[in-house]
């Protein structure tokens, strides 16, 4: 096995034991970078320097007795609006293209703080406005699966890194899927952990309201001592809760499923999914069962009819209010204009991209008179019942199994022109954010074309450890995500894109 | 209540927006918003009699920040940072071309 190829775990463990250093480590990561980026496009900026600095830092410190850390020398990726003091910060915008913070995200320092090695930023869709890192100044990211598809989105850039093995685990943000879609395009395991679980203090905000730092893995362990590094109080940001946080990897030690009850999302219409989805959520239902669980079909007849309208609604709305700040004043791109309007106006019409202008014109309009009444106003209301459906079924249930996208892995370029559609693609994650449920994606393996399978499972609000664990057992059963190699003969073969 | 908008509540709303859209594209983005406000008009069908608004609830509220001036970067690191400044401070263009 290549040192590219180890989970997180297994390379604090080793490095911590001297069976190999944390440069070699972190150079056989960059050496994996290296050689399939031309092809995957999936980082914005390498930091090829600072992160063999920081990985001989780590096994100086080690060579002395000193404690690393729990990601001790476990290089990482974060996607490319966590500010990193000294590191540009995109949000694959032309308005950041050349913005550097002075300040690190409360993520980063938490991940650097812990022993990992921030090896790259990595490309996403603009300002986290997508579900496919098309839409970036860099250009498209590409599945490693298979390079004429997509890798999903807004953090596609991590998924893809996490698959190719550019590193064990990688940071994304996850407003209503982003991290939990591109990590079934991709075939890794990736978790939005409970709105308020982790700080967001330093990430540039898309819909502060749903907005959650979610960690990517190629295993559950991974995630679960990601989380544990993360989730902790932060005064700095508001929203992130103040209590105790459990010991995530304690979770871990669940052997079975007996004595639990596991919800199957039974409430499809024909069209809904794809055939070879539905197969892999029965398969999880089924590890449940011979693992021990009660397992019964359950409906989300509110959060599935109405969740992604009441998304739209609310994350536009906020994405209005909170991209009114790229002013071209204070930072970012600046085009000069006869008077202040024009600057403003001359500024961000050159500078976002055509759909963040989209949605901004949309949210603003949102929260007009009229508008506010007949959308906004509603929205708040249907997130309030929606809240109190999942409550009812967490009053019967443990966690719940459902698909995370109804689709596999689409072709480059298939679904840009029709919003709408693309935003139909997050029925079953938008919801879970709506509600600030935790939610994991995992791999459920690959179809015979070595296109990834896998299911969401989502459990109550602050109950993430839980879900780890019977994450963990789902894990087991259906078998750790590899590392993947992308075909580049495929490509050539069936002729690009949409062949 | 469905509600569209038309040309001129496209420019509007985008003025509003800071964000400028040219002659040739104010129908492209008229249609597309009106895809999304029919799609979205869902939100206002479930009935909603007595529901109050969502609110976030959380197990421990953080403690709030000493209500006090906080050491921050200095001048120079937002200089540094700024796209155009004129001596020690941000570079704005007159409020008003009248003016």
Partial sequence: ?499 | MKMSVDREITLRMARAAQIRVAPEDVDHMMDSINDILSFCALVGDLDCTGTPDFTWRMKKRPSRRPDREMDWEDRESFKERAPAIEGDFFRVPRISSGV
């Fill in chain 1, 1 to 499: 096995m290549e040192l590219y190829e180890l989970t997180a775990r297994e390379i604090a463990d080793g490095v911590k034991a001297k069976k190999f250093s944390a440069e070699d480590v972190t150079r056989a990561c960059l050496g994996r970078l290296s050689s399939l980026e031309t092809d995957l496009n999936a980082c914005i900026t390498v930091m090829e320097d600072s992160a063999v600095a920081k990985a001989r830092a780590i096994d100086s410190g080690l060579a002395r007795g000193d404690e690393m850390g729990p990601l001790a020398g476990a290089p990482y990726i974060a996607k490319d609006n966590f500010c990193s003091r000294g590191v540009r910060t995109t949000c694959s915008s032309r308005i950041l293209e050349n913005w550097t913070p002075t300040y690190d995200a409360s993520a980063i320092s938490y991940m650097n703080d812990a022993g990992a090695i921030l090896m790259a930023k990595s490309n996403l869709d603009e300002f986290a406005m997508g579900s496919s890192t098309e839409n970036s100044i860099i250009g498209p990211t590409k599945n490693p699966r298979d390079l004429r598809r997509v890798p999903g989105g807004s953090s596609g850039g991590s998924a893809a890194a996490v698959a190719a093995g550019y590193c064990p685990v990688a940071l994304g943000s996850d407003t209503g899927g982003s991290v939990r879609q591109p990590a079934a395009f991709c075939g890794i395991q990736g978790m939005k952990p409970s709105y308020g679980e982790v700080s967001r203090y330093g990430i540039v905000a898309y819909a502060s309201s749903l907005d959650q730092v979610s960690p990517l893995a190629r295993s559950v362990e991974d995630l679960a001592m990601a989380l544990e590094v993360l989730a902790r109080p932060d005064p700095r940001d508001t929203t992130c809760d103040a209590y105790d946080r459990p010991k995530f990897t304690d979770a871990l030690l669940l052997q079975d499923l007996k004595g639990k009850r596991i919800g199957v999302f039974a409430g499809f219409e024909a069209e809904m999914m794809d055939a070879e989805l539905y197969g892999a959520l029965t398969s999880a239902a089924d590890h449940c069962k011979s693992a021990g669980a009660v397992v019964e079909p359950i409906d989300l007849p509110i959060a599935v009819k109405y969740g992604v309208a009441t998304y739209y609604v609310t994350a536009l709305a906020d994405a209005s209010s909170q991209l009114a700040c790229y002013d071209g004043i204070r930072y970012g791109a600046h085009i000069d204009g006869p008077t202040l309007a024009d600057m403003y106006a001359n500024t961000r019409t050159a500078s976002f991209g055509e759909e963040v202008r989209r949605r901004i014109i949309l949210g603003t309009a949102l929260l007009t008179e009229g508008y506010y009444q007949n959308y906004y106003g509603p929205a708040l209301k249907v997130r309030t019942k929606m809240s109190a459906e999942f409550d009812e079924l967490f009053s019967r249930f443990d966690a719940y199994l459902l698909p995370t996208s109804p689709s596999m892995p689409y072709m480059l370029g298939m679904k840009e022109e029709d919003p709408t559609r693309m935003y139909l693609g997050d029925v079953f994650t938008v919801p879970i954010s709506l509600g600030g449920l935790p939610g994991i994606n995992i791999s459920m393996g690959l179809t015979a074309d070595g296109l990834p399978l896998s299911v969401q499972l989502v459990g109550q609000r602050y109950d993430d450890a839980r879900l780890l664990g019977i994450a963990s057992v789902i894990e087991r059963i259906a078998g750790r995500p590899g590392v993947a190699t992308p075909d580049r003969d495929k490509t050539l073969r069936r002729g690009g894109n949409g062949a």
